[in-house]
């Protein structure tokens, strides 16, 4: 346990006196697996990258005694135990564990942000980005899965898909178990935060007063308010890190190297013969003896494979990279981006600093593992909503609101505000308890693109979300934003004395008064990421031109590569894409093992049902909605 480096994060707890007694209960889990430092010259596997999804599929091939598999990570293994406390992901934003990107200028967005740019964060280190987020548990909407099988993703149809959802999960909440929706022994831990903040009940109320319903999102109806599940295990974060790799650490045939910069992939006449990487300041090369599989990520894994000359000739012409196969990589790009209404509490509501500083608090999540450190980064509730009209059996939310309480660091560092208007609109409520509302639409129909700055693999890609191309995602969030005036103008938040700001967004004076064109301009002004970043390896039908991986995600073109990450989604899931990402390694992992034959191995279908059996005999998952 090494106080300093703890300390030298920027943490609420970095002065406390009871910093040491809170480092030596958050021990009590290990958070990541110990790496190796020699490896091999050549594995039957290379995975590339050591997020939510290369994590995940590394201690799946790697329960194939005959296989060797070698996992590369460009970040840290020493994840500090800081990172545990689920309330504080936020606070490790612009530090080691965060790639620390920024979109090109945006065109439609950004009038209110520094050179019109978004901060991008996405996760370095062993779990990549759930080491960073905000840890919900969402698996998105049936619908989403149908059609990626219906745009020619054979195989990952809803029904395809459902058993990896079960199949990852291990749900500590009974009241879940029952409804015959989750499942119980897989490697990510859920439960439900123990933190019930002042504004939760008063929110739910008022949801419940204006007709809308309370539902868990991830069973039969995603459309509701949701009393959220996170990935927590015992109220610690449980990244991929600590639920796949730590479990396999002592597997012979796994060896996990951080701080591996991965330069390219190895080609030889089309196929995939290894990957170049810096490790300790040497230029390495290991083989592969079966497969290279990229799970870097939608921003790192287009540029690996546009550095390697996998991508459209046009542009690596333009760097002379030397085309191997001209496909689409980088394209397809889509994203969730998200407005926010901003509101003050009352004075007897403390702001989340004084909750996260306060003694007797830091003490209760010690002792008793409850209280505002476990909380899902202050998010108290979420909802999946309609914009428009629809019948009653339709469920294919299409915006997503979440209820947040935020302290001042969040306006002023995080979203990119320029200075003086964080000053005009966020300054004098900085001191006061604040919530927002955060309104996300869940099926954009812009598409951005990834695409190379220059042939240095140092370098960061020019990542161009292109937001609000197409203004029916504008106007889908205006509607939330809405929705959300509407919750928090509600007769039971008055029990909290919340208040919308009185300050006026600069630039945005002229419309106040008029809701619409209001919030409009706000949403034109600044929009935030929630880092749901998918598609720039599309898979689908390899005779489509647009796509980059066939369904088994193996690359077109090139033998031995496969891409397993959230880039292959060719439609982004109506919600949080940690889970569906899990699932996509979950699924990739039984593909590949399909080609693996050990002689000790006995293959045995997974059938996530028969422990239902005795919960909920009548439960039929292709019934109702998802």
């Not at 280190?125 to 219906?150: Q, T, V």
């Not at 903040?197 to 991830?218: H, M, R």
């Not at 287009?302 to 333009?318: D, F, N, T």
Request: with cysteine; charged share 20%.
């Amino acid at each position: 346990m090494d106080i300093a480096a703890e300390r030298a994060y920027p943490t609420p707890f970095a002065n406390s006196p009871l910093l040491p007694l809170l480092l030596f209960s958050l021990a009590t889990q290990r958070n990541a697996p110990r790496p190796v430092n020699v490896f091999r010259e050549e594995y039957d596997y290379i995975i590339v990258g050591a997020g939510s999804a290369g994590t995940t599929l590394a201690a799946r091939l790697s329960e194939e005694p005959c296989v060797s598999v070698l996992l590369l990570e460009a970040g840290t293994d020493k994840i500090p135990l800081l990172n545990e406390i689920p309330a504080i992901g936020r606070n490790f934003w612009f530090t080691n564990l965060d790639w620390q990107f920024k979109t090109v200028p945006q065109k439609h967005t950004g009038e209110a942000l520094v050179n019109r740019q978004m901060i991008w964060p996405s996760g370095k280190g062993l779990g990549g980005s759930s080491i960073l987020n905000a840890m919900l548990f969402i698996r998105g909407n049936r619908k989403n899965y149908d059609d990626w099988a219906a745009q020619g993703a054979a195989g990952w149809s809803f029904k395809d898909v459902w058993p990896y959802f079960i199949k990852m999960e291990d749900n500590r909440n009974a009241e879940y178990l029952l409804n015959g929706y989750h499942g119980m022994g897989g490697p990510l831990t859920v439960e439900k935060p123990k933190y019930q903040a002042e504004v939760k009940s008063p929110i739910l109320e008022a949801a419940q007063k204006l007709g809308f319903k309370i539902v868990d999102s991830n069973a039969a109806h995603q459309t509701g308010f949701n009393e959220l599940q996170a990935t927590y295990r015992n109220q610690q974060r449980c990244s991929t890190a600590k639920a796949y790799l730590v479990p396999a650490e002592n597997r012979t045939n796994l060896d996990i190297v951080a701080g591996a910069h991965v330069r390219k992939i190895i080609l030889h006449k089309r196929r995939a013969m290894g990957v170049q990487f810096d490790f300790r300041n040497t230029t390495c090369e290991v083989k592969a003896r079966r497969e290279v599989i990229m799970s870097a990520g939608t921003t790192n894994t287009a540029q690996l494979l546009m550095l390697s000359g996998i991508g459209p000739r046009e542009h690596l012409e333009k760097f002379r990279i030397p085309v191997v196969v001209d496909l689409p990589v980088g394209n397809n790009f889509q994203d969730h981006c998200a407005a926010i209404l901003p509101f003050t509490l009352g004075p007897g509501i403390p702001t989340v600093k004084q909750k996260l500083t306060n003694p007797q608090n830091i003490q209760e999540f010690i002792h008793h593992r409850r209280g505002p450190l476990a909380a899902a980064e202050f998010i108290s509730t979420l909802a999946f909503l309609n914009s428009l009209p629809v019948s009653p059996d339709v469920d294919f939310p299409d915006y997503q609101i979440y209820f947040a309480e935020i302290p001042k660091d969040v306006p002023e560092q995080q979203i990119g505000l320029k200075p003086e208007i964080y000053k005009a609109a966020f300054g004098p409520y900085e001191n006061s308890p604040m919530l927002a509302c955060i309104s996300q639409h869940l099926q954009p129909r812009s598409r951005g693109t990834v695409r190379l700055k220059s042939t240095n693999p140092y370098d960061s890609p020019a990542i161009d979300p292109n937001y609000f191309e197409n203004p029916e995602d504008l106007r889908v969030i205006v509607e939330g934003m809405k929705t959300c005036q509407k919750i928090m103008m509600c007769d039971p938040m008055q029990k909290v004395g919340a208040k919308p700001f009185e300050t006026v967004f600069p630039g945005c004076e002229q419309f106040f008064g008029n809701e619409d064109l209001y919030f409009t301009c706000l949403a034109r002004g600044a929009v935030i990421t929630l880092s749901h970043q998918v598609g720039t390896a599309k898979m689908g039908d390899p005779r489509d031109p647009t796509t980059v991986v066939d369904p088994l995600l193996r690359v077109k073109g090139i033998e031995g590569l496969r891409v397993v990450d959230a880039s292959v989604m060719p439609i982004v899931p109506s919600g949080n894409t940690n889970v569906p990402t899990i699932m996509v390694a979950e699924k990739a992992a039984d593909v590949i093992k399909q080609s693996i034959q050990c002689q000790s191995y006995k293959h045995h279908s997974y059938n996530p049902y028969e422990s239902y059996s005795d919960i909920n005999p009548l439960f039929n998952p292709w019934e109702g909605h998802f």
